[in-house]
Structures are given as C-alpha cells and as structure tokens.
C-alpha cells in the first residue's frame, strides 16, 4: 500500500492574495477595535463587542500571517 502526497486543499498560487486579504480584513477589524476603545465610555461599552471584535481581528491576522508565510516558501 503505497502512501499518497499530502496536497493542499487551496491553489498554492492563491496564497499571496489570501494573505493580503486576511492581514488587509484583519487589520481593518483591529483598527475598528480601538476606534470603538477610543471613542465610547467605559459605561456604554460592551463586553461581547469587544470580544467578538477581538476574536475576528485574531483570526483573520492570523491566517494571513499564515498564508504569507506559505507565500514566501515557510511551510508550517
């Protein structure tokens, strides 16, 4: 029984852009963030908000720090 190549599910040709995509999202959701920590008292804040916020900033930062360093030959 021969064993069979481990491939990626996603075109390896798509991961500069998934990467510029993803910090770009990423990036955009962070800088919300502290615009909402910035502009709104401490009283009308809600915690949810900021989790929820903080949780997508997370995640898109850090599969577009992943598919960049698939971009550029790191393979993690």
Do not use: C, D, H
Not at 3 to 18: D, E, H
Not at 20 to 29: E, K
Not at 49 to 75: N, Q, R
């Amino acid at each position: 029984m021969a064993p069979t190549p481990v491939t990626s599910p996603v075109p390896i040709q798509w991961y500069p852009m998934l990467s510029a995509l993803f910090l770009l999202i990423g990036l955009l959701v962070t800088a919300s963030f502290f615009i909402y920590e910035a502009t709104s008292s401490t009283r009308s804040r809600s915690l949810l908000k900021e989790a929820v916020s903080a949780a997508m900033a997370s995640t898109f930062l850090g599969f577009g720090s992943l598919f960049l360093l698939l971009a550029t030959g790191v393979y993690v």
